[in-house]
Structure formats: C-alpha cells, structure tokens
C-alpha cells in the first residue's frame, strides 16, 4: 500500500493544492518558504501516532493566508492510498473506514483530516440569505477557533480540489451561497478512533539535521536510545537483575576505596570546623554517579566513531559536522528498519531536507541507494545533487505566487520515452532548473558565462536575486528540457535564447578563397539553413504554451554582441588575445570599423582562437556598467521575471545613479533630485512613465533605458 495522492486545501500556505506520489522513493523539492515541511507535517498528521494530539489542536495560523479571513472556512488534507493488500484484516480496516463500499477487493481508499466550524456555526451559516453579506460579516466576526471541530473521514467522494465541490459544501464567501444541508455524504463517514490507520502503518520521520548534537544529548530524540529501546522492547527486570547488580558491588568498591572515604571524612570536618555542629549537614557521602537502574543504564550508553584511519574514535560532538549528520541519518534509517519488522500494513519513511553539511558524493549515493521493495519514502530537499538521482516522474515541485504556494508533477502526460531523455538529461547542473522561479535556456558557454554578469552590470542584481536559473544546454536540443514547462507540469516561466547563424558576410565562393575562408563560407550557409529550420521547429513548439517563450539572436552571440555597440569592450580584449602588433592593429580597425562583417568576423575568429567559454571570461573583464546588453537577451530575461515591482525598480534605478555618481562628478545636481523622484515613485506619488522621463532627464543615453521602456 502506498500514498498516491495528497490534497492540501487552506492549509498553511497551500489554498488548493495536490501531489501526486508513487511507490518507492518520492522527492519534494520546493524553495524556502514553500512548503516542503508543511507537506510532511500534513501526512503526520493523517498517520503519525505521535501526532494524533496535534490533529486535534489546529489553530489560526494552520489557515492559508490566501483566504484573507479564515472564519467559517474549511481546511481539508486528504489522502489517497492505493495497491493496498487483499489480506482480509487490512480490507476489513479500510471497508469500515476509508473505502467506498464494493464488493471486490479495494485497490484505492480515502483517508481524510477535515477542520470545520462546529455544527452550530454552520447552520447559521446554513440560514443565511444569498447576498446577506453584512450578517454573513457579523456571523464571522464572533467565530473563534474553539468553534472548530476535528473530523476524521473515509470513503470520501469529493474532489476537495475542484472549487466548484467546495463551494457547494463550505459555502461562497463572496456571493453568500450556503447549502441548507450541514453534513453531506460526499465527504465521507466519519472514523471511529479504534479504526485509526495510524495504529496499522509504520512511519519514521527524520527532522532537518540542525542541530545533531543536541539530539543525541537529549534522552528522549537520542536515536541510539530509541534504536536500543527498539531492539530490546520493555527492558526486562529480571534479565537485567545481574547487571544491576555489578553495577551496585561497582559503585560499592568505588565508595569504599580508602582515599574516597579519606576525602569524605575531612570535607566532614572541615564544614564542622568552618560552620560549627548546628549548621553542618546531618550527613555527606562520596557515591559513584553509574546508574543501578536497567533504563538509565540504557540511557548511559554513547556511541564512538573513528573518522579518521588513525583508530582514534570520538564521541558524536567530537565529529564533524557532516559526519554526526551521517551517523544520525543511519541510526534513523536502522530504526526504519526496526519499525518495518513489526508487519504494519504499509511502511512511511519522512525524510526532511537531509543533505545539511553532508559531502555531496554521500549525498548522491546515499539517495542513489536509499529503496525498500516495502516501505514509501517521501523526502524533502534544497540539494541538486539529491535532486539529480531522482526518477523525475516521482518528483512534485513547489512554486510559491504571492501569498500561496502549488505544487506541480514535471512528468504529468508525458511519454515513457521523453521521461526517459529528461532524466539522462537533468545533471547536477541542469537539475538546477528544478527550483528556480524561472528558467532561461541557453546553447553555450558564452551565454552561460555572460548573461548573468551583463544582468548584474546593468541592473545591478544577480539572476539569483531575480529568481533566474540559467542553463546551459550545451547544444540546439532545447525541446528534450523545456517540455517540462507546461501548464500540465512545471508552470514557470521558461525563455529559450538561441542563435539564427544568418549570414552576415559575404559567402559567395571565390576561387581565391584559402581553405580556412572557403569552410568557414560553406559553414556559415549550413549554420544559417539550420537556424531557420530550429526557428520554425521552436515556434510551433512553443505556441499556445503561455509558460514558453524562444527568444533569437540574429547571428550569433558574439556576432550580436558586438553589433550591440560593444565593440569598445572587445577592443580592450584584443591584446589578450594576439601578442603580434600588426595582428592587434587590425583587429582594433576591424572592430572599430562600424561594419558588422568586419566587426563580427572579428570578434568570432577571437572566440575561436581562445575557446569561446576562455574568451567570455576575457571578456567579462573588460564591461563596465554602460554594457549593452543585446535586444534578445534583455527580452529573455523580461520574460522570464515577469513583472518588476516598484521596490524592485527602485532597486535598480539607485544602482544605476551611483554608477553614474561614481564615474561622472557632474551628474551629482542630477541624481540629486532622481532620487527624490524615486522616493515619490516608491510612495506611489509618481507612476511610471513619469518616473521614465526623471530618468531621462537625470541619466540621458543610460544603458538601463531599454529595459525600462519593456517594464510595465
């Protein structure tokens, strides 16, 4: 039996939201503040005995904040289970509790954790009017969180997801429509506590490795303690008399040594002699602190570790941090173990974020390896080196928009096949595109190594800071990774910037030519047949995918680059590239020419000598912040942010002013009173296109102009 589904519904920072799981091994991976422990706190709470108390106690802050008031809402977690087993015990259990009636064997049950207003509440509710909204506002004002109710259900026939089923259940808060029924089959039948499920599942939960020490010091999280606990069941009296017994004739000899009871009697008489007989202690002993009692004998034990081949081993807090990361891990994974050799009906492994202070080889082959044939295993992380060993078709990713958080199934309709190629494809590096808020494809390492630093030059924010991955895919395959992008699957922004290779010299043959030239001419005429071809190819890839945008440099990179109005920066470049001063004094003619088949052939042949990777970083030397960036990659990287808030402009503005400050003393008078615009832009006293012509007024020719004409 596994998890196949969980719908989360106004809980926490999800309003309506569902993953899908499979069996085996599953991966949640999510940015901070997405939700990821969220997401495990809600399956503890449907099946973690130890969690029942707090199913019991939500309270305001488990409301999404996406509803704005909470009152008379509902918050729903439901659970899907399928492949669950034809035993007779297991079909009895899910029959009388989380199934729909039937008479073959159940494959797929419900199983549901419902926080609603007492029946009280709702019939009020219930009694409104359509379009009451001031009683409606009079009714929610006086609801409290004791006016809720904790509800456990199965054999559920609502889809909680579809908005449509919860306004027809919880009510319309807009319209004021609220069913004259109060209870409603669809939601299922309530379970009776003696049919929980969490008393016939087996579920571990691995926290977030903090702070491991501290665990291990702590009796009752020390997972040694737990796994000894485990192993032994109740600790025997009578198995443990003998030991106890050493232990007390142990002490014994120790109290009784000579010297001990030598130092007892003189501390005696030396509170004698300091405080007199009325105020010395009735009685003072020197005693050995080894426990004679069997449980805290247990407690006492520690574990040592050698991290080194010296054959010294330490205690936990003499390990490094990774390493008493690791032993942790294993010590919970073992007491996994144990629990799955007690014949639940199904077997959860949680595990929260594991990869902190862990070397990324144990990271990847731990989670490599990390399968049981019988147990589910559900786990959160921040790490692309975890990320890459995941079968991507058991991975949900989280996606924050504004004030609450969905989550998406890369693989959604996609077939075997194409699956198959994503995950060949999705490296450490490319994995990366897992978690970013938006993605930008691009087919070198000239791109790769240039857009971020024209990004960071111009507006003064890293793509990090923007939210921006970008990828390299280190060919023209574009398709195999931005099928991902998909309202089915990852709904995230996704801007493919590619090269069209037009021609832009003359290519016509000429008996003159030398080999070198004549290649080149044939190459070009093969490059820029191509290009057309991946144009039309990528246009109908991307059409009618809102989450899809390609994105054309007309030559190719360097080529437009150039022709920008860069050629100044690859000017400064040319010497560390040539040494010959007649090869330098034509490159620099060449460059400053103002002719694009001079200028562009020039900066390739460049690119080429060095290796275009070597040539970018070259050339990321000699920008200043005046760069132009080229008009396809600043409409890329537009599109992939989307919309620029205006502390974000501001942000941007400000660093373009001090640019200016810094490199032009008689701008100050200017930038003076832009600044004084923008506090009026950040009040919301000035709108945008007033803000533009400040800006012109205070930076004329600035390089950041373009982009603010394409900011909405």
Not at 117 to 141: G, S, T, V, Y
Not at 248 to 274: C, F, G, P, Y
Not at 345 to 365: D, M
Request: hydrophobic content about 40%; proline content about 3%.
């Amino acid at each position: 039996m596994h998890i196949s589904k969980l719908t989360l519904i106004n809980y926490r920072n999800f309003k309506n939201t569902t993953l899908k799981f499979q069996p085996g091994v599953n991966t949640i991976i999510g940015e901070n503040g997405s939700g990821k422990s969220n997401i495990l706190r809600a399956i503890r709470l449907l099946l973690d005995d130890t969690m029942v108390r707090a199913a019991y106690r939500l309270d305001e802050s488990d409301f999404s904040r996406a509803l704005g008031s909470w009152q008379g809402h509902w918050i729903i977690i439901s659970m899907e289970f399928e492949d669950i087993s034809a035993d007779e015990a297991v079909q009895a259990l899910f029959l009388h509790s989380t199934a729909e009636l039937e008479d073959a064997p159940l494959k797929k049950a419900t199983y549901n954790l419902i926080f609603r207003p007492k029946k009280e509440i709702r019939l009020k509710l219930a009694a409104l009017d359509i379009f009451d909204n001031d009683e409606l506002a009079r009714i929610r004002d006086a609801i409290t969180i004791d006016d809720y109710e904790t509800v456990f259900t199965g054999r559920s026939r609502a889809d909680f997801s579809d908005s449509t089923v919860y306004d027809k259940i919880v009510g319309n808060f807009d319209e004021c429509f609220f069913s004259s029924e109060t209870e409603f089959p669809e939601i299922g039948a309530k379970v009776p506590g003696f049919l929980s499920v969490t008393k016939e599942v087996s579920l571990t939960f691995i926290q977030a490795l903090r702070d491991v020490v501290a665990e291990f010091h702590n009796n009752r999280t020390n997972p040694l303690f737990t796994l000894l606990k485990s192993k032994s069941g109740e600790i025997d009296p009578t198995a443990m008399l003998p030991i106890t017994k050493m232990v007390q004739d142990l002490n014994s000899s120790i109290e009784s040594l000579e010297d001990v009871e030598s130092v007892r009697r003189h501390i005696r008489e030396t509170i004698k002699d300091a405080a007199g007989e009325t105020y010395s202690p009735a009685s003072l002993s020197i005693k050995s602190d080894l426990p004679d009692e069997a449980e805290k004998l247990f407690q006492s034990l520690r574990l040592f570790v050698g991290e080194s081949e010296e054959g010294y081993e330490g205690a936990i807090h003499e390990l490094s941090l990774g390493g008493a990361n690791l032993i942790y891990l294993t010590l919970k994974l073992l007491e996994f173990k144990y629990q799955r050799e007690k014949l639940a009906i199904a077997n959860f492994l949680l595990i929260e974020e594991p990869e902190a202070h862990i070397h990324t080889h144990i990271q990847k082959t731990l989670f490599d390896r990390i399968a049981y044939s019988d147990a589910q295993i559900i786990y959160t992380t921040h790490s692309t080196h975890i990320s890459e060993v995941s079968n991507v078709s058991n991975v949900n990713i989280l996606g924050r928009h504004g004030s609450f958080c969905e989550s998406y199934q890369p693989a959604t309709g996609l077939k075997p096949s194409q699956i198959t190629s994503i995950q060949r494809y999705l490296d450490a590096v490319r994995s990366n595109l897992l978690f970013a808020k938006s993605v930008v494809l691009v087919e070198g390492d000239a791109e790769e190594i240039l857009v971020p630093i024209l990004v960071k030059k111009v507006l003064g924010l890293s793509v990090d800071e923007l939210g921006i991955s970008v990828i390299n895919i280190r060919s023209t395959g574009f398709k195999n990774v931005a099928i991902l992008f998909h309202e089915l699957r990852i709904r995230k922004r996704c801007a493919i910037v590619t090269d069209l290779d037009s021609i832009f010299f003359d290519v016509t043959a000429d008996d003159g030519d030398s080999d070198a030239l004549a290649a080149r001419k044939r190459k070009a005429v093969g490059s820029a047949k191509a290009g057309a071809e991946r144009k039309a190819d990528l246009d109908a890839f991307v059409t009618g995918n809102p989450w899809l945008a390609t994105f054309y440099a007309p030559h190719t990179f360097e080529v437009d680059f150039v022709a920008a109005g860069n050629h100044e920066a690859v000017v400064r470049a040319v010497e560390t590239v040539y040494t010959d001063a007649s090869t330098i004094a034509k490159a620099t003619d060449s460059l400053r020419s103002a002719k694009l088949n001079r200028m562009g052939l020039r900066t390739l042949m460049m690119a080429e000598k060095e290796g275009k990777g070597w040539f970018a970083i070259l050339l990321a030397d000699q920008l200043s912040h005046q760069v132009n960036i080229p008009a396809y990659i600043r409409r890329a990287i537009m599109f992939a942010h989307g919309h620029f808030s205006r502390p974000l402009i501001v942000r941007v503005l400000q660093h373009r002013a001090a640019c200016l400050n810094r490199t032009d003393p008689s701008a100050h008078a200017r930038i003076s009173i832009l600044e004084g615009e923008l506090d009026r832009f950040r009040a919301g006293e000035i709108d945008l296109p007033a803000l533009k012509a400040a800006v012109d007024i205070a930076m004329p020719g600035d390089a950041i102009k373009p982009f603010l004409t394409e900011m909405a």
